[in-house]
Each structure stands twice: as C-alpha cells, then as structure tokens.
C-alpha cells in the first residue's frame, strides 16, 4: 500500500510517505518571494506526485473559512490572519491535483490528531520546536528534523490509530469509516 501523508504550507510543507512498509519524511521549503511563483512551483510538483498512483491521501483538514472577518471583545470588526487563508490555498490546490488522479484523500481535523496521538506543539517557550520534535521521537521512536515533517507523520499516525484502535476522539469515527468504505485493510497502514 503506497500512502502520502501532508502538512501544506507554502513556505514549509511536510511529507510523510509510508510504501509497504518502507517510510520516508521531507520538508519542501520556498523562499521565493512572490506568491503565485510559489504556487506555480507547487503545481508543477504535485501534478507529478499525484501521477505516481498513490492509494491514499492524507492531509489536514482545517476551517477554510479562517481568514474571514470576526467581531473582536472591544464589538469591532477584524480581520483574521491570512496565513491559514494561504494554507488553504496550497492545501486545496495538492487536493485537487491528487482528487483528479483518482487518490482518495482523508482529511485529519487539528483537534482528532492531538487527540488521538496525545502530541501538541506548547508555542510560546523558547524550545517549543525541539521539545514537540523530542516527544515525537520518545513516542514513536522516529526522529523529525522539522516539526512539518513530524506533523506530515502524526496525521499518519492518527488514521492508523483511528482504525486499529477504539479511540474515542471526535473524527476518528468518520476515519474509520472512509478507510471501510474505500475497503483498505487497516493492518496494511
């Protein structure tokens, strides 16, 4: 069974696959300053990737409409960051080259994957990269040099867990029942 696992970003996006067995993680990182440049580039590599005929897809799933506007404590109107508006952006797009090939694609919400690998990154210390990459490699004994890879793995891990456990976290029913319905034995994950 052929699996990619990915944490979109368009700066830093992690890759997790797992090829009968055989595991491999990576980080993509762009600096080009323009945008569409980015996107561009993306395309192009992910046109290819899908084309490889991988069996499943396993993404992030998150609110796509994060960067609307919301009514701050103080009753006035703001703005959300753009950031996740560009991660939807790059998210959607690998989506959709991978969808049009065929690949089914399961979509991990932020909360189901800390729930069920008992893992979160703690911002605002000073080591807060380093220690979530440390807990990551105590768990699972598997070391990450970036926590986009480690979190490209952990969606991966939280499918396999979702199927192979009774884990009670929101989302893990409904992954349990996509990787049924597309008949994947959960022992080959």
Known sequence: MRIISLDPSLRSFGIF???DGATFSEV?????KDRI???KWF???FAAEAAKKWDLMIVEGYAFNAGSKWIGPDGKVKA???SI???????GLVRGLFAARGVPIIEVPI?????VTGISMKKGTTQYESDYLNEVAIKY?????TTDEADAFLFYQTVKLSCTQNHPAVGTAKIRAQIEALKIDPRKL
Request: hydrophobic share 30%; with cysteine.
């Open 17 to 19: 696959t797992n090829e």
């Open 28 to 32: 993509i990182q762009r600096e080009e």
């Open 37 to 39: 440049e980015v996107l």
């Open 43 to 45: 395309c192009l590599h």
């Open 80 to 82: 959300r960051s753009s």
């Open 85 to 91: 508006t560009v991660q939807a952006e790059v998210g």
């Open 111 to 115: 909360g189901t994957w800390k729930s």
């Open 141 to 145: 004994k598997v070391r990450f040099e």
